[in-house]
């Protein structure tokens, strides 16, 4: 029996259950490659007749090498739907029914994997994993390590997507959508050498503030017994490369065995502020320092130590009885991405929620109690969790007064 029709028998055995089992996941075996089925077998209607679209992207790059993991991004957009399903695979081009390399999860919440057989693999929503009622578009994350030999040649990603209305009915409805991704190997030959990698992020500086009343110092230091360069990337809010950096927006700062190096900006001038990513060697570490020096007013002081890149989740503790929490939420990367947050006061209870869009590369500064609603947070204290369900961010916290500022430590994850 091929696959389709094992695939129809599925669908027929769905009709008669009480809750649709895709909901959960797509079944295999239905990603529209050659010799799969599709989702219309269940849900009807034409494919790709919507509004809508599908896409699959790699993030961060754009070929493959042998047995270096990558991260894929699966986007499905449509203007009607309020829930939302996918289910994609990957196979040899020269030959779509056998699997290529190994499928993994990044987020266990919203997504699964499942194996077909025969070595082909899927990677499919969960229930958490459809939105229900989200508008517009979803957007999931997966993980894929190639073969370890640049031979297997052009690998194709085939992916289908179901932007359903949610009313729980396999009718038309729900827009089916198909998509493929080409991706090849990575290769040099003597005339055209391979790019050299892009340098990897792995500390961010969620705040970088000076002009005006403000300076910023950003300290490096080598512990290593060898001597060491660091790259440091300077980016503004908008997410264009910060201007008036002493050095310049992308320095290189070479550090001495066991050296260390200071980026210097100081007050006056028009206020620019951003944030910095950094690609630092084993053994190079560092921090920031923020000053604001108010007319007539002792400067106020705060260190602000790196965060890792790739948060997902920060909790920060707040304490606005005398004080104001500040918030600095800065989205170092590629992705655009939505911080969901949850306000709980001492005793653990959650008391509002709210969500803050942050577009790719850019950063913005929230006062806590001036978000609609977040008025209970005037004058208590208690705890505020921030997540998000794709992409990353990094938060700063403050405590800021007339004449105080202090940073808060978060813990992220």
Known sequence: MGRRAIQLLVCSAMLGASLWAEVNGAPAFTTNAPGDG????????????????????????????????????????????????????????????SGVGTLA???????????????????THTSAGTRLGTT????????????????????????????????????????????????????TTPDTPAPPPPPTINRIAPRFVFGENWSARLYLYNTSDTAAKA???????????????????????DLAAHGSAVIEAPAGGAVTEGYASLALPDGVSGYVVLTKSPPDQ???????????????????????????TQLSLSNPGSENTTVR?????????AVAG????????????????????FTAAAGNRGTVLLTVDSGSFSVAGFRVGTTSFSAIPSTDK
């Open 354 to 373: 709210s969500s803050i869009a942050l577009p790719a590369k850019t950063k913005l500064e929230v006062n806590l109690k001036d978000i609609p609603e």
């Open 38 to 97: 599709i989702c219309t077998d269940c849900h009807g209607g034409t494919i790709n007749s919507g509004t809508g679209q599908l896409t699959v992207s790699m993030v961060d790059a754009s070929t493959w090498t042998p047995g270096q993991q990558v991260r894929l991004r699966v986007t499905l957009a449509d203007p009607q739907a309020r829930r939302w399903g996918f289910n994609i695979t990957a196979r040899l081009t020269s030959n779509p029914n």
């Open 136 to 187: 517009g578009s979803s957007t999931w994350e997966f993980l894929w390590t190639p073969p370890d030999n640049a031979s297997a040649g052009e690998v194709t990603f085939y992916a289908a997507g179901n932007a359903a209305n949610g009313n729980n009915q396999p009718d038309t409805g729900d827009k089916i959508y198909t998509t493929t991704l080409a991706v090849s190997p990575a290769g």
């Open 298 to 324: 002792p400067a106020m002081e705060t260190v602000l130590n790196f965060s890792a890149p790739g948060v997902r989740s920060s909790t920060l503790a707040w304490d606005d009885t005398t004080l104001t």
């Open 231 to 253: 790259l440091v990337f300077f980016t503004g809010n908008d997410g264009t490369p910060m201007s008036g950096v002493p050095g310049g927006a992308a320095p290189a700062v």
């Open 105 to 123: 999860v990044a987020d266990t919440a919203t997504t699964k994997l499942n194996n077909g057989g025969g070595g082909i693999q899927f990677v």
């Open 341 to 349: 947050l949850t306000l709980a006061d001492p005793g653990g209870q």
